[in-house]
Structures are given as structure tokens and as C-alpha cells.
């Protein structure tokens, strides 16, 4: 039997914490919580728009709000929007988020984290990156283990969970279909990173890749914005490290960790030992962190305390 439930209209369903009622996607502006768009955010529909509203971002809240409305990748958009639409039997009546997931965390952080994309009916239904599935439950969990995030859940926008020293992001914004972004796809999405990693400015001292991919996408990025990059290029793996040089600013660590894919954690490739000392030498090589000044966009930070409702949604 199938997992997902059949299709519906776009008749407005209950947020899982505020109970408020939105439509599958949820449309910019509506009130789901933190939404950093507004009906009048433009919208890139290719990767020349991607790439000019990216340049034109001055902060990471617009930044936020343009990544959450982006429609520049057909298939991506037609497969986030469809897993919105018909959801999983396990959320049934939720509503989906449905739109690209910007980056979350402290606009001051020293520590970023490059995944690879949001997970379809995880950070897809949630509206926030590595939130609503196992690979969430894992990473927030270590993250509060060391220190980076307020409690060891999080469930959805709105739940009240906050970092501090660190922000999340991923390579690709779009939830893709097997998890498989295309090459092209990766490439559209790459300004909004570039101009992400740009904007956290030389407060970053390091920038923790999960997975190859993120590696990958990482080192791109360095590449584009002119910081000098290790020859040969440095290689993928758990607790890697890579000094990369940056003009006028201070060094960034490139640190490798195995993702915290079902696949990874569940073999045993990843464990939370494993997890937790890459993120404690994170934290090493970062040195002191401010808190963060108050944020609300949904890629920044939610308000401090929970949201009411039922609390976990699986």
C-alpha cells in the first residue's frame, strides 16, 4: 500500500503547532510561521533570475525571501508542489510548506552547514531545512548535544528552536525527486549559495559539509568567490579538513562529515559519537560566538519558546 495519500484540492489545512490554516504549498504572505516572502517578493524563474536576485540581496532576510520563492528548476518545482499536494499518510490533514527551504540559523554564525537538499516530507512539509525526519532528528539532537541549538527537537517553523554560533543551508533549495538534484539543477541553485555564504561575511570560520556533495558544493563556491582552494582539490571525508585562504579576511576550515542520512546512520557508517566530535571540533576551530540579535524570517530564527499545539509531528 502506498504511503502517500491521493491528491486533494488546495482547500486550507491546520499548521501542526499554530493550527493555522494554510493551503499545500503555502502561499507567500498567508501567515505560516516566519514565512519570509510576501506576495510581492520577486520570483526567479531561471538562473539568470536566480543570479541577479541573488547580487541584488543585501541581507540574509531578503536573501530568504527570494530563495522561498524561486521557480527557476520546472522539475524540482513540479515535484516539491506535488509532494505538497497528495503528502504521506503519516501527515495526513498537515499542510506543506511546498516551497524552496531558505537557509536557518544565527545570522552572526562562525559554523555554516552545507547539506545537500531538503528531504520531500521532511524540511518540504515543514518549511524548514533538516526538520520533520530521521536525518533531523539526528542532526538537531547532535547540535544541541554541542551546544548550537536551544533544544534537541525540531519539528517545524514556528517550534521555537534557535542556533547560536551556527547556521544551516544546503546546496540545492528544492526538495528533488530520490534525493538527486541533476547537475544543472545544482548549478541554478548555486548563486543563492554563493551569495549566502557571502553575506554571513568573515564571521565564518568554518563551513561543515555533510556528505560529498556538500563537499562539493562548497568548494565551488570558494572557488567563485576567489578564495584560494588546496591543488589537488581536497578530498571528501569524515572529520577532512581543508584550510581555505580568503583575501583580506580570516581562513575558513572546509570539514567534512558523513550525512545523516537514514542510510548512514542506520548502518552504523555514522554514529553519534562520530557526529558529535565533528561538530565539537566545529566548534574549536570557530572560537567564541556571539548571540544572534533577533531575527524572525523563517531562514534566520523562530521567536524563542514553542509554539502551541500537539508538539512533535513526527
Do not use: K
Amino acid at each position: 500500500m502506498s504511503d502517500t495519500v491521493p491528491p486533494g484540492s488546495r482547500s486550507e489545512r491546520p499548521h501542526p503547532l499554530t493550527g493555522g490554516l494554510f493551503t499545500s504549498p503555502v502561499s507567500p504572505g498567508s501567515g505560516w510561521p516566519g514565512d519570509p516572502a510576501t506576495s510581492g517578493t520577486p520570483v526567479a524563474t531561471d538562473r539568470a533570475g536566480v543570479t541577479a536576485l541573488a547580487g541584488a540581496a543585501t541581507e540574509l532576510a531578503g536573501l530568504d525571501a527570494v530563495v522561498s520563492r524561486c521557480r527557476a528548476c520546472p522539475r524540482l518545482v513540479d515535484w516539491r508542489e506535488s509532494l505538497a499536494g497528495r503528502g504521506r499518510r503519516a501527515f495526513a490533514g498537515q499542510p506543506y510548506w511546498g516551497r524552496p527551504v531558505p537557509g536557518f540559523g544565527d545570522p552572526r554564525a562562525g559554523v555554516l552547514v552545507v547539506g545537500l537538499a531538503p528531504a520531500g516530507h521532511g524540511g518540504n512539509r515543514t518549511g524548514r531545512v533538516f526538520t520533520g525526519d530521521r536525518s533531523g532528528d539526528w542532526l538537531f539532537a547532535a547540535l544541541h548535544r554541542a551546544g548550537f541549538a536551544a533544544v534537541p527537537t525540531s519539528t517545524a517553523a514556528g517550534d521555537g528552536q534557535r542556533l547560536t554560533g551556527m547556521r544551516v543551508t544546503a546546496a540545492v533549495h528544492c526538495a528533488p525527486p530520490e534525493n538527486r538534484p541533476t547537475p544543472r539543477e545544482r548549478d541554478i541553485c548555486a548563486p543563492w549559495l554563493d551569495r549566502e555564504v557571502a553575506l554571513c561575511g568573515d564571521r565564518v570560520r568554518v563551513v561543515l559539509a555533510l556528505g560529498g556533495f556538500g563537499w562539493q558544493a562548497a568548494l565551488g563556491t570558494a572557488r567563485r568567490l576567489g578564495w584560494r582552494v588546496p591543488r589537488p582539490a581536497p578530498r571528501f571525508g569524515h572529520g577532512a579538513e581543508a584550510v581555505l585562504d580568503r583575501d583580506g579576511g580570516p581562513p575558513v576550515v572546509l570539514l567534512g562529515s558523513y550525512h545523516v542520512s537514514q542510510q548512514n546512520t542506520f548502518t552504523g557508517r555514522l554514529t553519534e559519537r562520530m557526529l558529535d566530535a565533528v561538530l565539537l571540533r566545529a566548534r574549536e576551530l570557530a572560537g567564541p560566538q556571539d548571540l544572534a540579535g533577533p531575527q524572525d524570517p523563517v531562514g534566520a530564527q523562530d521567536p524563542a519558546g514553542p509554539a502551541p499545539g500537539p508538539g512533535r509531528d513526527g
